[in-house]
């Protein structure tokens, strides 16, 4: 994903607006929960003969052509799924989205210089996927491994690829619950509280795909678990 997402609050009111995601609603105060859905939580299920992951995190990385929810769309998208302890992961699909040449030529300068040199712009022209098929295709894999509204969405800046998932891809949203976890936030703390630990946090690649961008984020956050949290271990 692109650095330096700007106006990303606001474009949360542009994508309310918008009657493809009328399914998906966006609440300010997090709604009651009940006794069980925890104890819910907690246990590994198994649906359809797959047993699911237990407190699953749903890794999502999007590649736009831009940041501006109004005009940009999707052109790539990657899925992982994890359980809660991110030792156990499940690879989902990981596919261009095609676009007309139209579409690509109103990308800006940054997405331009990047995705052409990542081979992201020719494997958008080269797909046969559309939006509608990526949607089908990303919810058809969480909903394999994860119960409705128990799975938590995760990655970098993780509220950007929500926003565009609810204008392009609301059904995905829908199955997820309305927490997100994002490891930008605890490196930000990190970076505050914890400054020798942070320096010491694995460097990106910098690829700039959509799939290379989860399994970084994956490890960032398993190395911040080592690293900064308590060993749950030594909790009483």
Request: hydrophobic share 35%; charged share 30%; net charge negative.
């Amino acid at each position: 994903m692109a650095p330096n997402a700007k106006n990303s609050f606001a474009a949360l009111d542009a994508v309310g607006d918008d009657e493809s995601v009328a399914t998906a609603s966006v609440h300010k105060e997090e709604p009651a929960e009940s006794c069980s859905s925890h104890d819910e939580q907690e246990k590994e299920s198994t649906s359809g003969g797959r047993r699911k992951l237990r407190n699953p995190l749903v890794w999502v990385d999007l590649e736009m052509t831009g940041l501006d929810i109004e005009k940009d769309t999707i052109i790539e998208m990657a899925c992982i799924i994890t359980d809660g302890e991110l030792e156990r992961s499940v690879q989902g699909p990981a596919t261009a989205i095609h676009h007309s040449d139209a579409v690509l030529e109103g990308m800006n300068d940054w997405c331009k210089e990047h995705h052409g040199a990542s081979g992201l712009t020719q494997r958008v022209r080269d797909s046969r996927v559309d939006m509608g098929a990526a949607e089908q295709m990303l919810l058809d894999f969480i909903a394999e491994h994860t119960e409705e509204g128990m799975a938590q969405l995760a990655g970098n800046s993780v509220h950007v690829d929500r926003i565009f998932l609810l204008k392009h891809m609301p059904r995905v949203v829908a199955h997820l619950n309305y927490r997100i976890v994002d490891v930008s936030s605890i490196k930000e703390l990190a970076r505050r509280w914890f400054p020798k630990t942070y320096r010491k946090a694995p460097r990106k690649t910098l690829a700039h795909t959509a799939l290379s961008d989860i399994k970084e984020s994956i490890e960032e956050l398993k190395y911040y678990r080592k690293a900064v949290f308590k060993d749950p271990r030594q909790c009483k």
